[in-house]
């Protein structure tokens, strides 16, 4: 079954329809401190462009509309996307949550960065949108510290989203030593591991920096409930590809299993 989804995924994209839509989530907040920050590049830009390519029809959306606050260097292998007119169009664009109907997408895919901390996060409407997606059945992909952003989804029956699901998540350990940006987690309201552990996820977490780039601990896919994390920046494409193949999976093999 999997060879076959890959199959499918590698060389029929378009089968995926323009009329199947993906929802992004992006934030307004364009520091942390005295930092700059946002949404990481790296983890918007590259997901867009393979969801682009998979023929998937993409809006974004961040609580306030408009220009959605994006950081990172444009590094060489960006350049074809950030200047993609399409890609400006809808990060200069972003549709508020009220403009936002979500019985059109299959799928919500959140990218990391710091903004969301302050602006997504405690954001019901995005919340809710997200929450009715998943309900219907729809694929929720984060990468980062995308994941943050679902700690206060709460589904139709009262249980957090990510209550029993199986995810990583960035490590508290690589926020400590890494981030300069959240002052080394000191400038977060929360610790992202600590909480989704509370809210009763099945975390797996990379323990240690000798650890962060075994994938059994920082790519996972949950594919009963339909949800595909990575744990870093550099596993976005891969997030987006793993949700690739679980809509196909639906849409094309017609499985809700």
Request: glycine letters at 8%; charged letters at 20%.
């Amino acid at each position: 079954m999997k060879t076959i989804l890959i199959y499918l995924s590698l060389f029929f994209p378009l089968c995926v329809s323009a009329q199947h839509k993906i929802l992004i989530v992006s934030t307004n907040r364009d520091s942390v401190g005295v930092e700059k920050s946002g949404t990481y590049l790296k983890e918007i830009a590259n997901p867009f462009r393979y969801f682009k390519q998979q023929g998937f029809e993409i809006d974004i959306v961040t609580p306030y509309g408009g220009q959605a606050s994006i950081y990172g260097e444009v590094t060489n292998d960006l350049m074809d996307i950030v200047s993609d007119s399409l890609y400006i169009k809808k990060v200069s664009n972003t549709l508020s949550p009220s403009e936002v109907n979500y019985k059109e997408y299959v799928a919500v895919f959140y990218p990391g960065g710091h903004g969301q901390y302050f602006d997504v996060v405690n954001d019901e409407r995005i919340a809710t949108i997200t929450s009715k997606i998943h309900e219907n059945g729809g694929v929720i992909g984060t990468a980062g510290h995308g994941v943050a952003s679902l700690i206060n989804v709460i589904l139709s029956n009262g249980e957090y989203l990510v209550k029993g699901k199986t995810i990583t998540c960035f490590p508290t350990w690589a926020e400590k030593e890494w981030m300069n940006i959240s002052g080394y987690g000191k400038y977060l309201h929360f610790d992202m591991q600590e909480v989704l552990a509370r809210r009763g996820a099945n975390l797996i977490v990379s323990p240690t920096k000798d650890t962060y780039k075994e994938k059994s601990l920082t790519m996972i896919v949950d594919e009963k409930n339909n949800m595909v994390t990575g744990a870093f920046a550099f596993n976005a494409t891969w997030v987006a590809e793993q949700m690739t193949i679980l809509i196909n999976r639906k849409y094309i093999l017609g499985s809700n299993d």
